[in-house]
């Protein structure tokens, strides 16, 4: 948004506002354009320029909010509200500019301040918006193609193996690489749901999430032949339930991943003093010491490196981090152990007690 050529739209504004308002203008503005109106109404029904100041001169409570609701076609803010107020000292609206700082410099901050909120508060509608879309589209975009090569590659199968081909045994790679896309598609989906729409922290038991992860992984466990090993009475949190299952499942299946033949996963928790700490350890080889410092990159900085990371771990960063919490890497005589610390939830915890 340009800040060189703003509309300011004064809304029942005096002599008194005015002259203030074209001279902080002056100071703020090289170029600038001005309207004065009766009412929020009027100034409504004029045709919206690219940045907009609605300056009122002491509105009601009503009013204010109905002015900072206006909206585009597309859905982002008209304009950025401005209050004035006549009264000395301390203004009754707590984001009212008093009469006492109208003088040109001091407006003029307020004024440009208010311009570079706006552009800002459009930016970042502008970018909830795209991940918002991000998050419902990029499941059904890219997972129809796949049921797709998911179908015919079964009817290849079939039809290989009845007639004794060696084409069947092509198709386990093809459905390896499906399940990875698979993978990839939820993983994104979810950074960009976790992003764009938030979701209401609640007590959690943390046992609840853990089992559902458990059983999503079942197949997984099975496949591997993996031995699993859980500590009981895991406390509550304060979080969310949907991300504490991911957290959960994207853990286990790194531990399967990279853990020993057969795989041992070990899941336990404890006191870690500013919250819960908890985690899912590995009997594999552990991890190169120059490699740790990326094990958690936060995902909105994946495309500044010319270098492969894996989003599973850049997933759960972004979602303990969502849920107030932190993430982190220690290494073990014999594995390595992955561990994140949420906020305690007393509540919770009383209850279950």
Not at 127 to 132: A, N
Not at 162 to 173: K, N, R
Not at 190 to 202: F, G, I, T, W, Y
Request: charged share 20%; glycine share 10%; net charge negative.
């Amino acid at each position: 948004m340009s800040l060189a050529n703003p509309h300011l739209i004064l809304v029942h504004g005096d002599g008194v506002a005015a002259d203030a308002l074209s001279a902080a203008a002056g100071v703020a503005f090289a170029q600038w354009q001005f309207s004065s109106v009766g009412s929020l109404e009027e100034a409504v029904g004029q045709r919206p320029s690219p940045a907009e100041l609605l300056v009122m001169v002491d509105p009601g409570d009503e009013e204010w909010r109905a002015a900072r609701e206006v909206a585009l076609a597309d859905g982002l803010p008209r304009w950025n509200v401005v209050a004035l107020s006549h009264g000395a000292g301390v203004a009754l609206h707590p984001e009212m500019i008093p009469q006492a700082e109208w003088h040109p410099a001091t407006l003029a901050r307020y004024l440009r301040h208010a311009l570079t909120e706006l552009d800002l508060r459009r930016r970042c509608l502008r970018h909830e918006g795209d991940m918002h879309t991000i998050a419902r589209r990029i499941r059904h975009d890219l997972n129809a193609p796949l049921n797709g090569i998911l179908s015919m590659t079964e009817l290849i199968q079939d039809i290989a193996s009845s007639g004794g081909t060696e084409v069947a045994e092509l198709t386990p790679s093809i459905f390896e690489a499906i399940d990875r896309m698979v993978a990839l598609i939820d993983r994104v989906s979810a950074v960009a749901k976790a992003s764009s729409m938030p979701h209401e922290r609640e007590s959690v038991p943390m046992e609840e999430p853990l089992w559902a992860a458990l059983q999503k992984m079942e197949f997984q466990m099975l496949k591997c032949q993996a031995k699993v090993e859980s500590t009981e009475g895991l406390p509550g949190v304060h979080g969310s339930r949907d991300w504490l299952q991911m957290i959960w499942q994207t853990l286990i299946s790194n531990a399967l991943k990279h853990g020993g033949k057969p795989p041992l996963v070990r899941i336990g928790w404890g006191d870690g003093g500013d919250g819960w700490k908890f985690w899912v350890e590995d009997n594999g080889g552990g991890v190169r010491e120059g490699s740790r410092d990326g094990l958690f990159k936060p995902f909105h900085l994946l495309h500044q490196e010319n270098r492969a990371y894996g989003l599973g771990l850049s997933l759960v960063q972004r979602l303990v981090d969502l849920q107030g919490g932190y993430c982190g890497f220690e290494e073990l005589e014999s594995g390595s152990r992955f561990f994140f610390v949420l906020p305690k939830d007393l509540l919770a915890n009383t209850k279950t007690n």
